[in-house]
């Protein structure tokens, strides 16, 4: 990613205009590194969002839909003790990867911007039959965790 947003730079001096297929591939390699950084933290609740969205969108599937009632709660507990930490966690490891301060501002933006969508999304399926029909404990509010994460992306930019 450091060498693309370098030859991008170049590139986009040499020949404006003509570096937008660079900026796809860069912008995909940068949200397919920020899900690695993630997954230690939130692999479970990432492939849990994934999953269930896949088995909502196909009526085929929606039938075969199984409540895991405890596997959920232990995602849902496990973020509500742990979202700071994993969160200062992941934005630690994206910005000493990389060496260019765009980089690492670009790094750290799409660290919180996911972070905060898989939490907005995991609250969406869980508001969705099947899964609306338990009261799901420890569930942090998403304008909690928003409001930390415009904070942290204020006070560090």
Do not use: C
């Not at 929606?62 to 930490?85: G, L």
């Not at 501002?105 to 999304?121: D, H, I, M, N, P």
């Amino acid at each position: 990613i450091n060498n693309y947003q370098t030859l991008l730079g170049a590139w986009g001096d040499y020949a404006p205009g003509e570096s937008q297929d660079l900026e796809r591939k860069l912008e995909g390699w940068r949200k397919q590194y920020v899900d690695e950084i993630l997954t230690p933290s939130l692999g479970a609740m990432i492939l849990f969002v994934q999953t269930a969205e896949s088995y909502l969108t196909s009526p085929a599937l929606a039938s075969k839909i199984r409540v895991e009632t405890a596997t959920i709660q232990d995602i849902a507990s496990e973020f509500s003790h742990n979202w700071r930490a994993s969160l200062e966690s992941a934005i630690r490891w994206s910005t000493a990867d990389f060496d260019d301060p765009k980089s690492v501002a670009l790094a750290k933006q799409e660290v919180l911007r996911q972070f905060l969508t898989y939490y907005q999304r995991f609250l969406e399926v869980l508001k969705k039959e099947p899964y609306s029909a338990t009261a799901w404990a420890d569930l942090v509010d998403k304008h909690v965790i928003t409001v930390e994460v415009k904070r942290y992306n204020n006070a560090n930019a």
